[in-house]
Each structure stands twice: as structure tokens, then as C-alpha cells.
């Protein structure tokens, strides 16, 4: 049974790794955090396989238990920034505007309180309807409509998105 689990956990990270290390590095703003971040989900996922079922749910179980220990972290930890010993290699040529996008993403995403900036990520980046953010979150989906309003408005006061419109702002 358990090299069953072994190999089925083994294939869920080979396809969704890199998905799942995109959606840390949004919800912490990338560095090590992210790495820690994505590890521990996986962890928790592994010991939990017997439980998940299914390999389509796996993402799901792992996205919300990243966004349940993000929110929780927060609460508990010191996050300062600590230098590395060795400057990071630098970006192939040719990929300038992706990384400075995806920089600039990161940034404006530290703006918001963690449970603000779940809301956003799991809306935007990963198209999660309100009701489906609601049941990651342990919330009501008012708080999901409240929370993403918030942050919403936050980043336009901060001239972020001064003259962009999303979905949630229709009521």
C-alpha cells in the first residue's frame, strides 16, 4: 500500500511541482519563504494521501494547506529578510520583461495582509470561484467578497491599478 502512495505522491510532484512553487512564490513573494512554503504543504499533502483519494484533488488539498499554514505563519513568526551568502544566478537573456513582471507582481502582492493577498491569488491567479476561495479560507464568502474588495482598493490607493476593473467589483 505504501509504495503505491510512494509512487502516486511521487507523480503528483513530478506534473505539479512547478505549479505549486508558482503559487508559494505569490504568497509569500518568492525566496525562501516560498520554498519553505511549499515544502511543509507537501508534507502535510504526503501524510494525508490516504485521505486526498483522488491525484486531480492533490493540487486543491496542497493550494489550501499553503494558504491555511501562510495565513497561520504570519501569525506566529518573525518574516525579516536575511541575506544570502551567495548573490542568486542571474536571469537568462531574453526573459527581462517576464521576470520584471513577475517581480513587480510579487511586490505589489507584500502590500496586502496575507489573507487579503490568498484571496487575490487564489481568484486571479488560480480562477477559484468566491464559494470554492470560501472553503479554502475556513471563511463565508462575504469575508472572501470583503477581503478581495479591500485588497482591491488598497492597491489602487497605492496607484497600483488605478484604472483596472475586475469581476468582483460589479455587485
Known sequence: MRHGRDEAFTAFMAARYPSILR????????GPQAEDLA?????????????IGRLEAAEAYTRTTMVRLLVKDRR????????????????????EDQTATGVAVRKVLQLLPPAQRAVLVLRYYHQLSEEEI?????????????????ALTALREEGVLAAVSFDCDRS
Open 39 to 51: 515544502q511543509e504543504a507537501l508534507l502535510r499533502s504526503y501524510r494525508a494521501w490516504h485521505r
Open 23 to 30: 503559487t508559494a512564490r505569490l504568497l509569500t513573494g518568492g
Open 134 to 150: 470560501a472553503g479554502v479560507l475556513g471563511c463565508s464568502r462575504g469575508t472572501v467578497k470583503s477581503r478581495a474588495a479591500r
Open 76 to 95: 506566529r513568526r518573525w518574516h525579516a529578510e536575511i541575506p544570502a551568502e551567495q548573490v542568486p544566478e542571474v536571469a537568462l537573456a531574453g526573459h
